[in-house]
Structures are given as structure tokens and as C-alpha cells.
């Protein structure tokens, strides 16, 4: 795919209704971020997700919107939006078309590329640099992302203003974990669903067997003692 074409790809890219929302502080409410969210439009639902064993927050949520174009607004307005002095992370949960979850040290893919260059704010990445995000892994993007933050804020501040480019390209490895996470975090949802149902059909089956044994004791004969 030539320059032009990844252009026109991330100008046309469009997602669900669904968006993630990372970064959100533990000690905020549910309340206070549908708060947030709601900023942009009214909430269909809202999913902060937990940890299974513990309770806990993990400090990250699922939103749904009433259209795609609510949700895209979402993640150019809500990106940065301080809830309880912490800079909400935003991104599309996922698209209309069905997306392969990756693994860790698996190329992320042109079309993931090309749907984070689309959440950009601002003046879009450049098509070599969406091309080149396409063959990055999952774990080189962290890496990468930690290295650049590691420099701490102020040094990072200062790199964006000096190099072109440098701030969307970063923003658009953002977009990337944050669909990695999401991505992450469905299948997580999707293995509780699959233990759920098999417990619960479990269950049935032990119910049953029981009803069942139970039949079987009523109809044995009852022998006359002499």
C-alpha cells in the first residue's frame, strides 16, 4: 500500500461505538466517569472493569455511545481530560469489521496502523510511519513507549517540539497499546463467559443426574421382609 492509499485509508477509517477509556484514577467514582464520558454525549452503557479474585478496579472501562461519530469525537476530546488530576487515555474498543486478536510478538498489522493514525488528534501521522507501526510488535511498542518515557516528562515535552513528527507518531503507539489492552481485556471477558457457561451447564447436568437417580429410587420394587 503506496503513501497515498495509506492516506486515504486512515481519512475513511471509522470504529464502533464502543470506545476504551484508560488511565482512570482508582480513587474516582463510577459516577464521576460517566461524568466525563457524558461530557461528550449521552452514555448507552459503561463497563469499569474489575479484577475477578479481588474486586479491584483495574483502572480502565469500556463506554458505548449511540453512533460511531459520538464515539470518534470521544476519543479526539476525552484524550488527555484530567479526571482526579489523571490524563484519560482514549481509544476505539474495536470496528465494525471482526478484529484477530495478536500476540504479543506478532506484527500489529497495517489495518491496526491505519485505525490508530485515524484516532490522532491533530495533524494526521505520516503514511511512512503508519506503515512502519504496522511491523511493529505488541512488546516492541511497549518497549518503546517506556524507553521514551522513561526520559521523564519534561525531556519528552521538548523532543515532540524539536523533531516533526514525533508527537503524533508517539501518540499513534498509544492508540495502538490502548487497542492492544482492549483487545486484552474482551478476551478476558470472553474466557469469564465461556467458564460461566460451563459451570452453569455443570450444574445442570449434576441437577439432572440427581432427578434422575431420584426417579430411579422411587420406581425400585419394595421386597416383603418375612
Keep these: 500500500m503506496d503513501d497515498a492509499a495509506v492516506t486515504v485509508a486512515s481519512a475513511n477509517c471509522r470504529g464502533s461505538r464502543m470506545i476504551y477509556v484508560g488511565n482512570i484514577a482508582f480513587n474516582a467514582s463510577e459516577e464521576e466517569a460517566r461524568g466525563a464520558c457524558e461530557l461528550i454525549g449521552p452514555v448507552l452503557s459503561m463497563r469499569l472493569a474489575t479484577d475477578a479474585t479481588t474486586g479491584k478496579r483495574k483502572g480502565y472501562a469500556f463506554v458505548e455511545y449511540a ?130 457457561a460451563a459451570e452453569e451447564s455443570d450444574d445442570q447436568r449434576t441437577k439432572l443426574r440427581k432427578v434422575e437417580d431420584g426417579g430411579k429410587a422411587a420406581a425400585r420394587p419394595i421386597l416383603p421382609c418375612f
Design 67 to 196: 453512533d460511531d461519530a459520538m464515539a470518534q469525537s470521544a476519543c479526539h476530546n476525552l484524550q488527555g481530560h484530567l479526571l482526579h488530576g489523571r490524563p484519560l487515555r482514549v481509544g476505539l474498543a474495536g470496528s465494525d469489521r471482526v478484529r484477530r486478536r495478536k500476540g504479543e510478538h506478532e506484527q500489529v498489522g497495517l489495518e491496526d496502523s491505519i485505525h490508530a493514525a485515524s484516532l490522532v488528534s491533530g495533524r494526521p501521522p505520516a503514511p511512512s510511519i503508519t506503515r512502519l507501526l504496522a511491523t511493529a510488535s505488541r512488546h516492541h511498542l511497549r518497549e518503546t513507549m517506556a524507553t521514551f518515557e522513561s526520559m521523564g516528562a519534561e525531556a519528552c515535552k521538548a523532543l515532540k517540539e524539536q523533531v516533526p513528527g514525533l508527537a503524533e507518531a508517539m501518540e499513534q503507539v498509544r492508540h495502538l497499546l490502548d487497542m492492544a489492552a482492549a483487545d486484552d481485556a474482551d478476551e478476558e471477558a470472553r474466557k469469564k463467559r465461556a467458564a460461566s
